[in-house]
């Protein structure tokens, strides 16, 4: 578009509009490093108490930072993995394979993308008492991988419809079985999508808080988003000094992934997720 | 290998996971929804027994005096287990001798087990011991555990209980869930009901509204910024989306509180301190639909930018040429493709707000009051976290039920949004 001369009017409107949200992350980094005197936002010297929580418990009876963090590690990453695995052949076999049953499966996936899985945590609770994998890693892990499966088979179904059939025909042809047109042929055309998806999902499961809370609730099982909450909930004085500081270290990985991937990560979260 | 085996066998991982997390649960919040199983019943089932504070309200079931009376002493039977308890309070050798003459032998009133205490070489002396000491024998159901139906019912009919009792009793007794429907009577008496789902409507109404409208307006002021300026704001905005709620929702806190920054700044004018977030009911709505709105907002530009982007050029460079201004250009030209995207937000943004519960249990968790409590929040409040300690898995699973079925409602509807055709389109390698 051609740049209009006056637009300082719009940037006014926005700015004001964006004020707030920059004053808390402008004041969610400083406060970590330097808390101000009470009644003032002036920033005093630079005061790396509120860091205690790495090698000091903060008190007693709450596990160890480490800990919590190799939980929400394995967490994360274990969920992104099995989403991505399920995903990547579940997508493949509704975009371009012919089997009984199709046209519902895909109005299932619809369905199921839509759904709001949240409703079933109560039930979900008990099956995974039944199970015995209450207040386990793993019962967390198959629930969140299951709940996030839908939009995984969503976006890959999505980047196998772009991949075209010429393709894949060359290596019918050619003799090929469809499983190894799948693997040689196909597979290395949708690899952006297996990175956005294990990104996505290994965000989502890093940022998931409600799952852990009800189906892991022990604290060997805790990890940083529910270890957060329960500094926040536990603290009487609000010492959002400490409270930002952990905050800033929970959200490294977050940062970092949105710094390096900001542009894919909008265009992914663009085509049509979940609100 | 046929792609048909090909498809099931890279299909089913998927499918079983969707069958035990989607359709089992769905199926299990119905089942569990007719059932008052809560943390005091368990979920595995469970025995049966009555206990002394249970005892009281018996007579409220229509239960007569004498099964009441029989329920406590049912007579009087020498046991080891008595024995041991004896030898213990009173003497060794009572309890000896009363091994060695009585043991296994029963008495119907405690005067006839006294009398015996009383006639021993080793009597127990004073009335009072007596009394206490035959006790200690005292048949009774009480506190004790009975694993099913036929051992209770069994032990009600050896400890001579009027028959006519028994289906009450055992009823009564049953430490289990049970089937009712009495979740959702209650859900219709309580006033709460109503309160929730009011609460609940306007919280997706206001939330909505804000998420496209400022949605929109995001979209539409950073497409006419140049570049640089565009992605600084994109960024700002694009951040709530992307941060764990916990912290989200944390920064709003501090941003509120009464040690945080609205407080520190009203201060300097002198205003005291207090809680923006928490004060009244109208502060915490406003902060809610707030931190819901910015997230919301934020994928609404993003989903309005990525269309705002498709409208080719050469459209809006026209509309230049025939002079319409920057707000004819978005009345006439923006606008109207935009029609599709909002109906897209619109619809999913509906159901996850009507079931979203995580930003308002981080922020207000349904205060002050129950003033912010909307339906989905009540669900997780009654059956998964509550400060009574009596999770209600039942009293939850109806309410929870209600909301599985409006989403399942809505998203076999939005099948309909979706070119369902399209999808549908035949592989072709096949044809």
């Given at each position: 578009m051609t740049a209009h001369p006056r637009i300082w009017h719009l940037v006014l409107i926005l700015s004001i509009f964006s004020t707030p949200l920059v004053i808390m992350y402008v004041y969610q980094v400083i406060d970590s490093i330097a808390s101000p005197d009470p009644g003032s936002l002036i920033p005093g010297e630079i005061d790396l108490s509120n860091w205690r929580f790495l090698w000091e418990r903060i008190d007693m009876g709450r596990p160890s930072i480490w800990m919590v963090t190799f939980n929400t590690f394995i967490f994360a990453s274990t969920t992104a993995f099995l989403v991505t695995l399920l995903s990547t052949t579940a997508g493949y076999a509704l975009s371009r394979l012919d089997m009984p049953g199709r046209p519902y499966f895909l109005g299932g996936l619809?369905?199921?993308?839509?759904?709001?899985?949240?409703?079933?945590?109560?039930a979900?609770?008990?099956?995974?008492?039944?199970?015995?994998?209450?207040?386990?890693?793993?019962?967390?892990?198959?629930?969140?991988?299951?709940?996030?499966?839908?939009?995984?088979?969503?976006?890959?179904?999505?980047?196998?419809?772009?991949?075209?059939?010429?393709?894949?025909?060359a290596g019918v042809q050619d003799g090929a079985s469809r499983f190894r047109v799948w693997w040689e042929l196909v597979l290395p055309q949708v690899k952006p999508g297996l990175a956005a998806l294990l990104i996505i999902s290994f965000l989502s499961g890093w940022s998931e808080f409600v799952l852990p809370l009800v189906l892991a609730p022990g604290s060997s099982t805790q990890v940083l988003s529910t270890y957060m909450n329960a500094v926040i909930q536990d603290d009487a004085s609000a010492d959002f000094g400490l409270f930002k500081a952990i905050g800033m270290f929970y959200s490294i990985p977050v940062i970092v992934i949105y710094l390096v991937f900001q542009k894919q990560l909008m265009n992914i979260y663009g085509g049509g997720t979940k609100g | 290998m046929t792609s048909r085996m090909l498809g099931i066998g890279f299909l089913s991982p998927a499918i079983i996971s969707v069958c035990i997390f989607f359709l089992l649960p769905v199926l299990l919040t119905v089942v569990f929804a007719f059932t008052n199983m809560s943390t005091s019943t368990g979920i595995m089932g469970g025995d049966y027994r009555i206990n002394t504070e249970q005892l009281r309200s018996l007579p409220d079931l229509d239960v007569s005096e004498a099964t009441v009376e029989r329920l406590e002493t049912a007579g009087f039977q020498i046991t080891e287990a008595g024995l041991t308890a004896l030898a213990d309070q009173f003497s060794k050798d009572t309890a000896e001798e009363l091994r060695e003459d009585y043991l296994g032998e029963t008495f119907e009133s405690r005067r006839d087990l006294e009398r015996v205490l009383k006639d021993l070489d080793?009597?127990?002396?004073?009335?009072?011991?007596?009394?206490?000491?035959?006790?200690?024998?005292?048949?009774?159901?009480?506190?004790?555990?009975?694993?099913?139906?036929?051992?209770?019912?069994?032990?009600?009919?050896?400890?001579?209980?009027?028959?006519?009792?028994?289906?009450?009793?055992?009823?009564?007794?049953?430490?289990?869930?049970?089937?009712?429907?009495?979740n959702f009577s209650l859900l219709m008496e309580l006033p709460s009901t109503l309160r929730y789902a009011a609460n609940t409507a306007f919280y997706v109404v206001a939330t909505l509204t804000f998420n496209i409208l400022f949605g929109l307006f995001l979209a539409i002021s950073t497409f006419y910024l140049p570049g640089r300026l565009?992605?600084?704001?994109?960024?700002?905005?694009?951040?709530?989306?992307?941060?764990?709620?916990?912290?989200?929702?944390?920064?709003?806190?501090?941003?509120?509180?009464?040690?945080?920054?609205?407080?520190?700044?009203?201060?300097?004018?002198?205003?005291?301190?207090?809680?923006?977030?928490?004060?009244?009911?109208?502060?915490?709505?406003?902060?809610?639909?707030?931190?819901?709105?910015?997230?919301?907002?934020?994928?609404?530009?993003?989903?309005?930018?990525?269309?705002?982007?498709?409208?080719?050029?050469?459209?809006?460079?026209?509309?230049?040429?025939?002079?319409?201004?920057?707000?004819?250009?978005?009345?006439?030209i923006i606008l109207p493709q935009m029609r599709w995207p909002i109906l897209f937000m619109t619809s999913y943004q509906t159901l996850s707000l009507l079931?979203?519960?995580?930003?308002?249990?981080?922020?207000?968790?349904?205060?002050?009051?129950?003033?912010?409590?909307?339906?989905?929040?009540?669900?997780?409040?009654?059956?998964?976290?509550?400060?009574?300690?009596?999770?209600?898995?039942?009293?939850?699973?109806?309410?929870?039920?209600?909301?599985?079925?409006?989403?399942?409602?809505?998203?076999?509807?939005?099948?309909?949004?979706?070119?369902?055709?399209?999808?549908?389109s035949k592989p072709r390698i096949e044809q």
């Amino acid at each position: 578009m051609t740049a209009h001369p006056r637009i300082w009017h719009l940037v006014l409107i926005l700015s004001i509009f964006s004020t707030p949200l920059v004053i808390m992350y402008v004041y969610q980094v400083i406060d970590s490093i330097a808390s101000p005197d009470p009644g003032s936002l002036i920033p005093g010297e630079i005061d790396l108490s509120n860091w205690r929580f790495l090698w000091e418990r903060i008190d007693m009876g709450r596990p160890s930072i480490w800990m919590v963090t190799f939980n929400t590690f394995i967490f994360a990453s274990t969920t992104a993995f099995l989403v991505t695995l399920l995903s990547t052949t579940a997508g493949y076999a509704l975009s371009r394979l012919d089997m009984p049953g199709r046209p519902y499966f895909l109005g299932g996936l619809i369905i199921l993308h839509a759904f709001p899985t949240i409703t079933l945590i109560i039930a979900i609770f008990i099956i995974l008492q039944f199970l015995g994998l209450f207040d386990t890693l793993l019962g967390i892990i198959l629930v969140k991988a299951a709940l996030e499966l839908p939009f995984g088979v969503w976006i890959m179904k999505g980047f196998y419809d772009t991949v075209p059939w010429e393709i894949e025909m060359a290596g019918v042809q050619d003799g090929a079985s469809r499983f190894r047109v799948w693997w040689e042929l196909v597979l290395p055309q949708v690899k952006p999508g297996l990175a956005a998806l294990l990104i996505i999902s290994f965000l989502s499961g890093w940022s998931e808080f409600v799952l852990p809370l009800v189906l892991a609730p022990g604290s060997s099982t805790q990890v940083l988003s529910t270890y957060m909450n329960a500094v926040i909930q536990d603290d009487a004085s609000a010492d959002f000094g400490l409270f930002k500081a952990i905050g800033m270290f929970y959200s490294i990985p977050v940062i970092v992934i949105y710094l390096v991937f900001q542009k894919q990560l909008m265009n992914i979260y663009g085509g049509g997720t979940k609100g | 290998m046929t792609s048909r085996m090909l498809g099931i066998g890279f299909l089913s991982p998927a499918i079983i996971s969707v069958c035990i997390f989607f359709l089992l649960p769905v199926l299990l919040t119905v089942v569990f929804a007719f059932t008052n199983m809560s943390t005091s019943t368990g979920i595995m089932g469970g025995d049966y027994r009555i206990n002394t504070e249970q005892l009281r309200s018996l007579p409220d079931l229509d239960v007569s005096e004498a099964t009441v009376e029989r329920l406590e002493t049912a007579g009087f039977q020498i046991t080891e287990a008595g024995l041991t308890a004896l030898a213990d309070q009173f003497s060794k050798d009572t309890a000896e001798e009363l091994r060695e003459d009585y043991l296994g032998e029963t008495f119907e009133s405690r005067r006839d087990l006294e009398r015996v205490l009383k006639d021993l070489d080793e009597p127990i002396r004073r009335t009072r011991d007596r009394k206490e000491a035959a006790d200690l024998f005292a048949v009774t159901l009480i506190g004790e555990r009975f694993g099913t139906e036929e051992e209770f019912r069994a032990a009600l009919g050896t400890t001579g209980i009027d028959a006519v009792d028994h289906d009450v009793l055992t009823e009564f007794a049953y430490t289990g869930w049970t089937w009712t429907t009495d979740n959702f009577s209650l859900l219709m008496e309580l006033p709460s009901t109503l309160r929730y789902a009011a609460n609940t409507a306007f919280y997706v109404v206001a939330t909505l509204t804000f998420n496209i409208l400022f949605g929109l307006f995001l979209a539409i002021s950073t497409f006419y910024l140049p570049g640089r300026l565009a992605n600084t704001f994109r960024a700002i905005w694009f951040l709530p989306r992307i941060l764990p709620p916990v912290l989200y929702v944390l920064m709003w806190n501090w941003f509120t509180w009464d040690n945080g920054f609205i407080a520190t700044v009203m201060g300097w004018f002198g205003v005291p301190a207090k809680n923006w977030m928490m004060h009244t009911s109208t502060h915490a709505w406003t902060a809610i639909v707030l931190i819901n709105g910015f997230v919301g907002a934020s994928l609404g530009m993003i989903l309005f930018s990525s269309a705002i982007k498709a409208i080719p050029t050469s459209m809006l460079y026209a509309s230049e040429v025939d002079g319409a201004n920057r707000w004819q250009q978005v009345r006439y030209i923006i606008l109207p493709q935009m029609r599709w995207p909002i109906l897209f937000m619109t619809s999913y943004q509906t159901l996850s707000l009507l079931t979203s519960f995580e930003y308002i249990l981080l922020a207000t968790d349904g205060g002050p009051g129950r003033s912010t409590e909307v339906w989905a929040l009540a669900a997780f409040h009654t059956a998964l976290n509550n400060y009574g300690g009596n999770l209600q898995y039942g009293f939850g699973a109806a309410y929870a039920l209600v909301l599985v079925f409006i989403g399942i409602a809505l998203s076999v509807a939005y099948l309909r949004f979706f070119n369902f055709k399209e999808l549908l389109s035949k592989p072709r390698i096949e044809q």
